[in-house]
Structure formats: structure tokens, C-alpha cells
């Protein structure tokens, strides 16, 4: 059984950081990419970034670049989301997400690249 689970959400004010985790279990991962994505209310999921789980490779999303940074811990078999400069904009519920496509080079953007999700974590910035 195959499960991501995310924590580290919460309520933090303006300027603050944050780090979110997502624990992966239940395969291996080497041959995926593994996605942070974002779903604030009235707005579309948005792709934050992915970390390639092999060579550790990072992609961010122009909106987040130099604030927001993903790493992995093979040994834990967990991928980190550090959020540094928090805003209210940031606020939404965020999702780790596991693709074995988005590892061969499909978008890594898109949700179809992606066959396994987290529930979410809720994240609050106060302004």
C-alpha cells in the first residue's frame, strides 16, 4: 500500500517560516519525482515544485523560486518543503505527490504526472 503523508501545516504570521514534510512509504521511489503542490481556495492546484528522488535535482515554480526549497532524505524516505517569507499568499492546503512520470520527463508541473497523493496539509499565513 503505497502512502504519502504530509505534515508540518499550520498557523504562522507574516515572514515566518515554515517546513513541511511528506513521509513516503509502501514502494520504492528511485524512479520517481516527487511534487509539492498547492490549492489555495477559489484557485486551481498550483505546482510549487519536485525534486528528482534520484539525483536530487530541483524544479520550483517561478512564483516560489528563492523562498521556497525541496530536499529529500533517502534514509527516511521523506521529501521536505522549507517556506521561507511566508505571505498570506502562500496560504492553502499543500500536497506531496509521487510520479513515476514526472521522473521521465513528463511535465512535472501537471497533476496527470502524478499517480500518488497525500491528503494535504493546511497551511495559514496571517497578514
Known amino acids: 500500500q503505497v502512502q504519502l503523508v504530509e505534515s508540518g501545516g499550520g498557523l504562522v504570521q507574516t515572514g515566518a517560516s515554515l517546513r513541511l514534510s511528506c513521509e513516503a512509504s509502501?514502494?520504492?521511489?528511485?524512479?520517481?519525482?516527487m511534487g509539492w503542490f498547492r490549492q489555495a481556495p477559489g484557485k486551481e492546484r498550483e505546482c510549487v515544485g519536485a525534486?528528482?528522488?534520484?539525483?536530487?535535482?530541483?524544479k520550483y515554480a517561478d512564483s516560489v523560486k528563492g523562498r521556497f526549497t525541496i530536499s529529500r532524505d533517502n534514509t527516511k524516505n521523506t521529501v521536505s518543503l522549507q517556506m521561507d517569507s511566508l505571505n498570506p499568499e502562500a496560504t492553502a492546503v499543500y500536497y506531496c505527490?509521487?510520479?513515476?512520470?514526472?521522473?521521465?520527463?513528463?511535465?512535472?508541473?501537471?497533476?496527470?504526472?502524478?499517480?500518488?497523493w497525500g491528503q494535504g496539509t493546511q497551511v495559514t499565513v496571517s497578514s
Open positions: 509502501g514502494r520504492s521511489f528511485a524512479s520517481y519525482a
Open positions: 525534486i528528482n528522488w534520484s539525483t536530487g535535482s530541483t
Open positions: 505527490a509521487a510520479g513515476r512520470g514526472a521522473y521521465y520527463g513528463v511535465s512535472y508541473s501537471r497533476d496527470a504526472s502524478y499517480e500518488y
